[in-house]
């Protein structure tokens, strides 16, 4: 007995006053399933007790009492059969057929792929189990490896009914919408409705698995596993195992069908079709014999091949056996006898001697002490409880853990397994979450230095940095952003904060100054912004300089994004035209006064002799002519020279 089912309280425990467990086989998210005695009929039973929290459900109390409608309105020997159903204060159980053996999955976890015989005969006795089903009008939706149980005599059994429905209750929704991801038909994943040929979808994608050795759709998420049963079609195992044969190909892709209508009606319309493909392979699905005990211990190490034995038909033409007469068999009695009494009488006397030896075994020697049970993952109220079920006193102690959740355990002092008397006390380590630090200034610290100082606080750090062009050296820390590991808002670190072991930081690193290519030629400006691995574009944008000459690079373009450059940015250049030039205007035979009004309005400046100034002659001195001509252009601000004489 394990040291769970130590701590286990129903071990031992009498259930309605019939059901006597003895060990646990098997624990899911709904019930915990023990190996019992019925005391009344004296034979074992598997007895499936619903999980104390869920008792006062009333949708999982109908489930579990659905179950054993289901089972018992189903009459077939490839059914697990459901005999009681009942409450015994807060328990809520099931009696059910005992079944000594493995689940599918757990042959499938042992041999990967199984062989074609062995997959025939496994899905030739689930197709009949699950046929009787339908035609009773139950869908079972939660068809799959761990529902199918192969028993040490080599029957082979559909159980766990908990999900069926009647097939005029197909509706699932909510709640209802429940079954393994794996094996969801399109239509409960789109629709949320099951029939029979739900059922048939899940054996399809069953028998895949059993093919190939693992199922079609995979995903780190379910809802991505159930895109792919909703869009994708499953592939032919034969893809991965060329060894499956044309018409296992077939079935698997009339079994998985996108739409309901183009599968199998029914298990029934299945396993037509699987048996016409047996005769064509001439492969017969291997047949379960009545056994003995040796026989069945031979098939229980035979297991793994689920091939048991066919039955033995006698030869008739074979000899008969010689009879034998009532003296000998008196003789054989009586030899019997003898032998019995001397075997009887060396275990008394064997058993004489060893009184002595365990009862100081028990009393004083080693086997007077207790085993730490495993508490591992438990609160720290159950973990004492569990140990002072086995007489120990329980002491709480705390430990960072960025592995185990806040306030579950982690492990006990002494470990798990270690021998000690009744009494003792035992430390129960429990998780305090991740450790909390206080964390000094990264930026102006190499990235190095960064990385290093982060991974001894057991922080993650993003494995690329994110490069920007700025003011501090090149490779020195800027910035740095923190995401919880709990999944908090994001925050900034670059000048010191708090953080959790195992949050993650991402850091901004700089890769120098931006290049300054202002007074380069393009050329130049091309080659110095490649060299720190920016991208120069083609289109260069010409403009106008007073200040610049034409050609000379002017500087670059405003980032398109908000923020600092960056290694791998498409960078624009701005270069000069040079000043920009207007016509000059044609001054010519105008009074001085008009002439320079006319070039002052046109943003130019006009020189003359200087008695143009003088008072009254500006408007008596009139322009003969001018420098550059009217057909020529200037700079804004430039200087027209003007001709003057007094006119008469």
Known sequence: MTTNQQADPLIGRLVDGRYRVRARIARGGMATVYVATDLRLERRIALKVMHAHLSDDSAFQSRFIQEARAAARLADPHVVNVFDQGQDGELAYLVMEYLPGITLRELLREQKRLTVPQTITIMDAVLAGLSAAHRAGIVHRDVKPENVLLA?????????????????????????????????????????????????????????????????????????????????????PSVRNPGVPEQLDELVLWATEKSPDDRPDDAQQMLDRLREIERNLG?????????????????????????????????????????????????????KRKARGAFLLTLVLLLATLAGGVGWWFGSGPGSLVAVPGVAGLSYDDAAAALSAEGFVAVRGEENSIDVAKDQTIRTDPDEGARLDKGAEVTVIVSAGPASHTVEALNGKTEQEARDFLADIRVNVA???????????????????????????????????ELR????????????????????????????????????????????????????????????????????????????????????????????????????????????????DLPGFAELAKVTGQDPGADKQLRRGGTVRLSIQLSG
């Not at 940095?465 to 590991?485: C, H, K, Q, Y």
């Open 283 to 335: 492969i017969a699905p291997a047949v379960a014999a009545a056994t003995t005990p040796q026989r069945a211990q031979a098939d229980s190490a035979d297991l793994t091949k689920v091939m048991p034995s066919t039955m033995v038909i006698p030869d008739p033409t074979a000899p008969a056996p010689e009879a034998v007469d009532n003296a000998t068999l008196l003789r054989r009695r009586a030899s």
């Open 501 to 612: 072991e195992d949050d993650s930081v991402e850091l901004y690193v700089s890769a120098g100054a931006f290049p300054d290519v202002a007074g380069m030629s393009v050329d130049e400006a091309t080659s110095t912004l490649t060299e720190k691995q920016l991208q120069v574009s083609g289109e260069i944008d010409y403009r106008f300089s007073e200040s610049v000459d034409q050609d000379v690079v002017i500087g670059v373009a405003d980032r398109a994004e908000e923020g600092n450059w960056r290694p791998g940015d498409s960078v624009q250049l701005i270069v000069s035209k040079g000043p920009e030039l207007f016509p000059v205007p044609d001054v010519s035979n105008r009074t001085l006064v008009e002439a320079k009004g006319i070039l002052e309005d046109a943003g130019f400046t006009a020189t003359y002799a200087a008695w143009g």
């Open 152 to 236: 040490e005599d080599g029957r082979i059994k559909i159980g766990d009914f908990g999900l069926a429905r009647a097939t005029t209750a197909n509706t699932a929704t909510g709640q209802q919408l429940l079954g393994t991801i794996a094996y969801l038909a399109p239509e409960l994943v789109t629709r949320g409705t099951a029939d029979a040929r739900s059922d048939i979808y899940a054996l399809g994608i069953m028998l895949y698995e059993m093919l190939v050795g693992e199922q079609p759709y995979k995903g780190e998420q379910p809802m991505q596993i159930a895109f792919q049963h909703a869009t994708e079609s499953v592939p032919r």
């Open 463 to 497: 494995e690329q940095p994110l490069i920007l062009f700025s003011d501090a050296d090149e490779g020195r820390v800027i910035n740095a952003f923190v995401t919880p590991r709990d999944g908090a808002e994001v925050y900034g670190c670059g000048d010191g904060c």
